[in-house]
């Protein structure tokens, strides 16, 4: 069965993969290093993703999210999914034990 990405959630999509393709994986191997360096990327990335507007989509905007509905964020999901970095509460909780 195919779910085409909807054309109003295809734009949102593409730049989230497109910066998880082109930041978050490349910074992969600091980040799993664990440490400062990985404290100040993991810092730099969040800074970049909230000024291109990428920060929270499936959050509701009256809380400083993207107030993306729910079945519209499924399909960014799918792309930010890729990394387990791409969870905040997953990469706080790494960024402290290493």
């Known amino acids: 069965m ?6 109003r959630i295809r734009r949102v999509r593409d730049e ?3 910066f998880m ?8 191997p600091v980040l799993n290093a664990g440490g400062q360096e990985s404290r100040d990327t993991l ?3 969040r800074r970049e993703a909230k000024k291109a507007g ?3 989509l499936g959050h ?6 993207g107030g993306l509905p729910f079945l519209d964020y499924v399909y960014v999901n799918e792309v930010q999914g890729r990394s387990e970095w791409a969870s905040s509460r ?7 034990t290493r």
């Open 2 to 7: 195919l779910f085409p990405v909807p054309d």
């Open 16 to 18: 989230v993969h497109a």
């Open 21 to 28: 393709t082109e930041r978050v994986e490349p910074a992969e």
């Open 43 to 45: 810092l730099r990335l």
């Open 54 to 56: 990428l920060w929270a």
């Open 60 to 65: 509701p905007a009256e809380l400083g999210g």
């Open 90 to 96: 997953s990469a706080r909780s790494r960024c402290r």
